[in-house]
């Protein structure tokens, strides 16, 4: 879910594990031409992504790879704790992300997302807090600082 209350579907995708409370998930990639959000990558239909989804977790990882398996980039939702369902995940997404290309340092991105879900009062100014700490505090754990 989005702050708003509006719902995100994503395409279907095959169960590659899961262990403990982590789930990892495969899906193919719909369409060409355009660029995945906050790398600056372009989008192939024969790309495909990685999830891995920890039960509790304030994070959801995407990991996109081309067809050949070479890493494209990586996308990390900041959310409220993931929630698994029989048939699917829940989260609602904070709107701020950490992207991380391969071979550069992690950027922060949407924050602005983030600001304004605030100043329309879909969230409290202390939720937005708390995901703009874990935000930077993940993106100083993939830097490694």
């Known amino acids: 879910m989005k702050p708003d209350g509006s719902i995100i579907r994503l395409s279907e995708a095959r169960i590659l594990s899961f262990i403990g409370r982590t789930l990892s998930l ?11 959000d906050g790398l600056d990558v372009a989008k192939t239909s024969t790309d495909y ?17 081309a067809e ?3 890493l ?4 990390y939702n900041i959310n409220t704790p993931i929630e698994f369902y029989p048939d699917k995940i829940r989260y609602v997404d904070l709107e701020i992300d950490v992207v991380r290309r391969p071979g550069e340092q992690p950027k922060i991105i949407d924050s602005d997302k983030l600001d ?4 329309h009062g879909y969230m409290s100014s202390a939720l937005a807090e708390v995901a703009k700490d874990i935000a930077r505090n993940l993106a100083a754990k993939l830097a490694g600082t």
Do not use: C, N, W
């Open 26 to 36: 495969q899906r193919r990639i719909m369409g060409d031409g355009s660029k995945y």
């Open 49 to 65: 992504v990685v999830t891995l989804a920890e039960e509790g977790s304030p994070t959801l990882k995407h990991s996109y790879y």
């Open 68 to 70: 050949d398996g070479v």
């Open 72 to 75: 494209k980039g990586e996308f």
């Open 116 to 119: 304004e879900a605030v100043e």
